[in-house]
């Protein structure tokens, strides 16, 4: 299995996982039915920081584009290997255990070339809806799949119209936020202490139902939002 080849990085092995899930043809049951047999086997691994410790948060239908991520990671992963982040289902707790890690990277960073795209890094777009701030926090999540060399890259993603697949970008779409950098990751990193809880948030509220999101309630996950990322 690609994915286990010691030789190749940790994104790398991510990619080729994911590029198993693409070719062996993973999809919704029916559109926007958010869920599959496969897609259930995402979710389940799925946990969040509650009251101080990684609890498994029992879903199985969503928003399942983080899901599909952490599941890549964790098929992935080696023997010792230490996570980037943890198994999450919501792509803001992803890039809040990546900025808890030292590990996540600005597009501005990208854009200047003071962060060069590696394949594998988890991409994170802005889905949120102009005009509407209870959208601020809707995310989405893929990997870098290639890089052009001139401010252009693919990216290959789950929950991209009901299934995976390869879309085309630019490193200057402004709906583009980050990056997380696998490469700087060290053995002394993924530590429990210190990471958001997020026991007074929905779990609908961090996996909408919808793939431009679906507000559910979210008031409280927005103030814990604003007070984790300060906007």
């Not at 994170?124 to 701030?133: A, E, G, I, L, W």
């Not at 299934?163 to 950098?181: M, P, R």
């Amino acid at each position: 299995m690609k994915w286990k080849d010691p030789s190749l990085t940790l994104g790398e092995r991510c990619v080729a996982f994911s590029e198993q899930e693409l070719a062996n043809g993973v999809k919704e049951d029916s559109p926007s039915s958010f869920t599959s047999p496969r897609i259930k086997e995402y979710f389940s691994i799925c946990t969040r920081v509650i009251n101080g410790k990684e609890v498994n948060i029992n879903i199985s239908v969503g928003n399942w584009c983080a899901s599909s991520a952490a599941f890549s990671l964790h098929e992935s992963l080696l023997p010792g290997e230490t996570r980037p982040h943890g198994y999450r289902v919501g792509v803001v707790e992803i890039i809040s255990d990546l900025q808890h890690n030292g590990l996540y990277r600005t597009v501005a960073e990208a854009q200047s070339g003071a962060y060069q795209l590696k394949v594998g890094d988890p991409i994170f777009f802005d889905r949120s809806r102009p005009n509407d701030p209870s959208t601020a926090w809707f995310r989405h999540i893929g990997r870098v799949y290639s890089v052009d060399g001139n401010g252009g890259f693919h990216c290959i993603s789950g929950n991209s119209g009901g299934k995976w697949n390869i879309s085309s970008h630019k490193l200057s779409q402004v709906n583009l936020l980050g990056f997380g950098d696998y490469s700087a990751l060290s053995m002394t990193q993924q530590q429990a202490g210190g990471l958001p809880d997020w026991s007074h948030v929905n779990i609908l509220d961090l996996a909408p139902m919808e793939d431009t999101g679906k507000h559910l309630e979210a008031s409280n996950f927005f103030d814990l939002f604003h007070s984790v990322f300060g906007k």
